[in-house]
């Protein structure tokens, strides 16, 4: 099979959101999940309108007159220099945030723990990344929860991916593991990173899998964050069109992994089409 980062032209807008019966089925079922208060995950490639859909479960059920606090696996990336040391110490590659090992599971774990443990302990503040700085913001810039929600909401590109057998890391999928890893040391690396990531799965309550047609779409729909990213920042630089090219092959081989085994996984799946309109509904 042919594999292309190749960028289609396409509307650059973001996208408008899921129907409200869409969202208020999701919300439902999210508050159903038994748990004090439940950890609802949301999966799916980037770009495929998780944190679009957390937005929305977050205004749907304040207007129910609940709680809910969103979180994002990208508010635990760690920090541009730890990083850079994982870059200069381990692989060149690996001073990229995105692919598995670029997180603090551990601060993921406890910010979870700290925010279902509410009121006890105290304020829980829930950190925040500044993507077009590349660094986590000084925690006196994160918000503050003092009460417990009635739902928490945990969107990811990578949720519950299990890693792959090294022997399928061999064949490069793209340029950059082509040109960039030859002797397989960064695709190890973040395969073998996967597994150190289940104290965190564990904490999930359930999974919904927004299932995209394929990664095909992937570069087209991440162009079109990166270029809403800009609109609300437009004094300051994001990604060009090449550098998104680029980033996304980062993603491709746990996207990849992920299409072939969260539909299995998942406790929920809903396919989406190229417009991330659903094509399921949200059966009980």
């Known amino acids: 099979m042919k594999r292309s980062t190749h960028l289609r032209p396409v509307k650059t807008e ?3 959101g899921f129907a409200p019966a869409f969202v208020a089925a999701v919300l439902d079922y999210a ?3 038994p748990g004090a208060p439940p950890v609802f995950a949301i999966a799916g490639l ?3 309108g998780k944190s679009t859909l957390a937005a929305q479960l977050d205004s749907a059920c304040r207007a129910r007159g609940r709680s809910a606090v969103v979180l994002s696996i990208d508010d635990f990336y760690l920090d541009h220099d730890e990083r850079e040391h994982l870059g200069r110490t381990v692989h060149p590659l690996l001073a ?7 997180h603090d599971v551990d601060l993921a774990c406890r910010t979870l723990d700290a925010l279902r443990a509410l009121p006890a302990g105290g304020p829980v503040r829930l950190p925040r990344f500044d993507k077009l700085d590349d660094r986590r913001l000084p925690a006196g810039q994160w918000p503050v929860v003092t009460h417990r929600p009635d739902l928490i909401v945990f969107e990811g590109w990578c949720l519950c991916v299990p890693p792959e057998a090294e022997s399928g890391l061999v064949e490069p999928l793209n340029a950059l593991e082509r ?6 040391t960064w ?10 990531y289940g104290p965190l799965w564990a904490r999930l309550d359930r999974l919904l899998f927004l299932q995209g047609p394929g990664f095909g779409l992937v570069p087209d729909w991440r162009w079109e964050q990166e270029c809403a990213l800009q609109a609300a920042n437009p004094g300051r630089q994001a990604m060009t069109r090449k550098q998104v090219e680029r980033f996304v092959q980062f993603f491709e081989r746990i996207s990849r992994q992920a299409l072939r085994t969260l539909p299995t996984l998942a406790d929920r799946v809903v396919r989406i089409d190229e417009a991330r309109r659903p094509l399921d509904e949200l059966k009980p």
């Open 179 to 184: 040109e960039q890893d030859p002797d397989l």
């Open 187 to 196: 695709r190890r690396h973040v395969n073998r990173a996967l597994a150190c």
């Open 14 to 16: 973001a996208p408008a």
């Open 96 to 102: 990229t945030r995105g692919p598995p090992g670029s």
């Open 46 to 48: 980037q770009g495929s």
């Open 31 to 33: 508050l159903a999940v």
